[in-house]
């Protein structure tokens, strides 16, 4: 389970641009289920994801993972809970270029320090998941739109996360590709991941995947249901 309780979000506090995120949000995401966050641009849904995957601090409110909290952790604990626990797939993809797809899966585990070979059989194994073995040794400029997505998830699932935090995964995606990614998305539920994705996009929040739909609009949580 993860929690959050009156949990806000303010930038560029006391000045006058200051401007509020997320709202007094209270919430819990039961393990193992499909979470989908929806509401227009400027909503909070991805400064609300942010703060569930650990990414920015709460400027209050207190967060938990099952029973701990994680809202007051040092920095370097933080981020160690952050690698080990959640995966991110991210708008922009954000993926490196001028270096190879298999690379790019593996940048988030360099800092563990495991051992290389290891890493590369892992990552090599993702892109066969994913029918991009071929491409490995591709540049990440080289790939089709689709191939950069995912080679997104591969990185993401590189830590063998319990926890897929997707924003805005299918904005740049045509229904093709956007009904692929949610077929891939069903795979790591039935693998038992959860899985957090945000989006406007009724092939997402409409989906038979999607347990619940949470609609957010001005920082604050506005609606509760399941899915269609």
């Given at each position: 389970?993860?929690?959050?309780?009156?949990?806000t979000?303010?930038?560029?506090?006391?000045?006058?641009?200051?401007?509020?995120?997320?709202?007094?949000?209270?919430?819990?995401?039961?393990?193992?289920?499909?979470?989908?966050?929806k509401?227009?641009?400027?909503?909070?849904?991805?400064t609300?994801?942010?703060?569930?995957?650990?990414?920015?601090r709460p400027?209050?409110?207190?967060?938990f993972l099952?029973?701990r909290?994680?809202?007051?952790l040092p920095?370097?604990?933080?981020?160690e809970?952050?690698?080990?626990?959640?995966?991110?797939i991210f708008?922009?993809?954000?993926?490196?270029?001028?270096?190879t797809?298999?690379?790019?899966?593996?940048?988030?585990?360099?800092?563990?320090g495991?051992?290389?070979?290891?890493?590369?059989k892992?990552?090599?194994?993702?892109?066969?998941?994913?029918?991009?073995?071929?491409?490995?040794?591709?540049?990440?400029?080289?790939?089709?739109?689709?191939e950069?997505?995912?080679?997104a998830?591969?990185?993401?699932?590189?830590?063998?996360?319990?926890?897929?935090?997707?924003?805005?995964?299918?904005?740049?995606?045509?229904?093709r590709?956007?009904?692929?990614?949610?077929?891939?998305?069903?795979?790591?539920?039935?693998?038992?991941?959860?899985?957090?994705?945000?989006?406007h996009?009724?092939i997402?929040?409409?989906?038979?995947?999607?347990?619940?739909?949470?609609?957010?609009?001005d920082?604050?949580l506005?609606?509760?249901?399941?899915?269609?």
């Amino acid at each position: 389970m993860i929690t959050i309780r009156e949990v806000t979000k303010v930038f560029n506090q006391g000045r006058p641009n200051e401007y509020t995120a997320v709202d007094g949000v209270n919430l819990s995401v039961e393990m193992g289920k499909v979470l989908a966050l929806k509401g227009p641009s400027g909503s909070g849904k991805t400064t609300l994801l942010t703060v569930l995957g650990c990414m920015s601090r709460p400027t209050s409110g207190r967060i938990f993972l099952r029973e701990r909290e994680l809202t007051s952790l040092p920095e370097r604990f933080l981020t160690e809970i952050r690698r080990r626990t959640f995966g991110f797939i991210f708008q922009q993809l954000n993926l490196v270029k001028g270096v190879t797809a298999l690379e790019n899966v593996m940048v988030p585990v360099y800092p563990t320090g495991e051992k290389f070979s290891s890493l590369r059989k892992r990552a090599l194994s993702l892109l066969d998941t994913f029918n991009l073995s071929h491409r490995a040794a591709a540049k990440v400029e080289w790939l089709s739109g689709g191939e950069a997505q995912r080679v997104a998830i591969a990185r993401a699932l590189i830590n063998n996360p319990e926890i897929i935090i997707a924003d805005e995964p299918t904005a740049h995606l045509d229904t093709r590709l956007s009904r692929e990614f949610m077929e891939i998305m069903q795979d790591l539920k039935d693998q038992g991941k959860t899985i957090l994705i945000s989006s406007h996009d009724p092939i997402v929040f409409e989906s038979n995947l999607v347990d619940r739909v949470l609609e957010m609009r001005d920082g604050r949580l506005v609606s509760d249901g399941a899915a269609r």
